[in-house]
């Protein structure tokens, strides 16, 4: 049977680097094993979620496994809490959080400093020990790195998502978008990453005049309130001063939900048996809420696991006949803006993880395909509307004339421009041939 490994290189599609002469990672990365793929493919660019909009990963990542995000999006908040093993109830709120550095009101560093996984879950630990929310409650639980989810719940209310963020770096737009399948306008929160840069601490407030809109907004702003003075106070942070390092002393919340994340499971949907091998909860819950197997990684750094999940798709390769596989790191780099960085990570993705999957895989059984949830440039240091390239290649697709993968040599290829949602219906169409 034929078998389907689609592979999404987190922000890695970029614009033009000064950095780089005005080429970008992809252009300038050595790269053999994905320009191969590439060279033996069929060739294109994707909207992940739709022209003219820069979507952040949660609607991406939905869109680009075959759903439309404006029937299935509930927030990033409960996707990052069922990837982090909390099934919300309908009516918490789930939000999805930063641990970040204040100084004088204003943000210097929103992902905390480098902070390691066990400051950060001390940290945690120590809110969830000392903050009490009136007529509420509430658990924060450290996932990743600088990333925390926030789950509140009130006794007999319904909370409310229509609320705004308060990271800085992501406008919260309650705007009306239309629902094609029915032709219906319907309600839709969209994040979006904010260009110009905003340093202060912003607070939580309404998107409505709901009462439930109002109610939520203040439980988060309590929340943050009385953290900031538990983080203020901490021994760890105290010992991180004393070390030269950032305090890590605010929470910042972002993309609130409060609804559990149902999608149509891929064996329905599609007719396949699907696994997840990512390492960030969000990739993860959004797989989860697709009845796809998650399979668990041990490796928490994500370059480090490039090998573990190759290895992975090897020792699972009989049971499953679709892989999603999501590789962070490119996007990291970006949002540092720092272009070398990113293609040096490009690089170690083509060695360590295509390496071996070329080495061992027969690809004239199997389909890989490669793109990216989103553009992330380097320049600016945020996500932007630019499309995405893609390949297909392998089981003796018949290949286009396109040499590299990158941005500029994919818009030129033979499948031509479509929104993400049409990916996963193209892949079936290959494999069914």
């Known amino acids: 049977m034929r078998k389907i490994i689609f592979v999404i290189i987190d922000g890695g599609s970029d614009t033009p680097c000064k950095e780089l002469n005005g080429l970008t990672p992809f252009d300038v990365a050595n790269k053999p094993n994905i320009d191969f793929l590439a060279r033996n493919g069929r060739n294109g660019i994707i909207y992940p979620f739709a022209r003219d909009f820069a979507p952040e990963s949660d609607v991406a990542t939905i869109a680009l496994l075959g759903y439309d995000p404006i029937k299935y999006h509930v927030g990033r908040g409960p996707f990052e809490a069922l990837g982090a093993g909390i099934k919300i109830t309908n009516g918490e709120l789930a939000l999805r959080c930063n641990l970040a550095t204040l100084e004088k009101n204003q943000i210097v560093d929103v992902r905390g400093g480098g902070i390691s996984d066990s400051d950060a879950s001390m940290l945690v630990e120590e809110i969830n020990e000392k903050v009490k ?40 737009e309650q705007v009306d978008l239309i629902w ?23 607070s939580c407030k309404p998107l409505s005049n709901k009462k439930e809109a109002k109610i939520s907004a203040s439980l988060v702003n309590e929340f943050i309130s009385k953290s900031k003075d ?59 809420a697709a009845g796809m197997h998650v399979i668990d990684l041990k490796e928490r750094d994500v370059l480090v696991g490039l090998e573990e999940k190759f290895k992975k798709i090897m020792q699972y390769y009989d049971s499953f006949n679709f892989f999603y596989v999501h590789i962070k790191g490119c996007d990291e780099a970006s949002h540092r803006r720092n272009a070398i960085e990113k293609k040096n990570v490009i690089e170690m993705i ?84």
């Not at 929160?189 to 905003?198: C, D, G, Y």
């Not at 010992?239 to 939900?257: F, H, P, Q, Y």
């Not at 064996?267 to 959004?286: H, Q, S, T, V, Y």
């Open 350 to 433: 083509d060695k360590y993880f295509f390496g071996n999957l070329l080495r061992y895989i027969n690809t004239r059984e199997t389909i890989i395909c490669i793109t990216c949830d989103h553009t992330t440039s380097s320049e600016l240091g945020v996500h932007t509307a630019d499309p995405v390239p893609f390949t297909i290649s392998g089981a003796n697709i018949i290949r286009d004339n396109t040499q590299k993968f990158s941005e500029k040599n994919c818009v030129k290829g033979s499948l031509g421009s479509i929104i993400g949602k049409n990916l996963v219906p193209m892949l079936l169409g290959f494999l069914r041939r």
């Open 133 to 172: 929310i009136d007529e509420a409650e509430f658990l924060l639980k450290h996932t990743i790195g600088y990333r925390a989810v926030l789950i509140i719940s009130k006794k007999d209310t319904v909370l409310s998502n229509e609320i705004t963020n308060t990271h800085p770096g992501y406008n919260a």
């Open 180 to 202: 094609e399948e029915r032709g219906e306008s319907m309600k839709f929160i969209f994040n979006e990453a904010q260009r110009v840069k905003t340093t202060r601490l912003l």
């Open 230 to 288: 538990v983080l203020e106070s901490s021994e760890i942070n105290k010992r991180r001063e004393m070390n030269g390092m950032k305090k890590v002393n605010v929470i910042l919340t972002r993309d609130a939900g409060n609804r559990l994340p149902v999608l149509d499971s891929y064996k329905k949907r599609f007719n396949l048996e699907a696994c997840c091998i990512a390492d960030m909860p969000l990739e993860r819950g959004i797989a989860a």
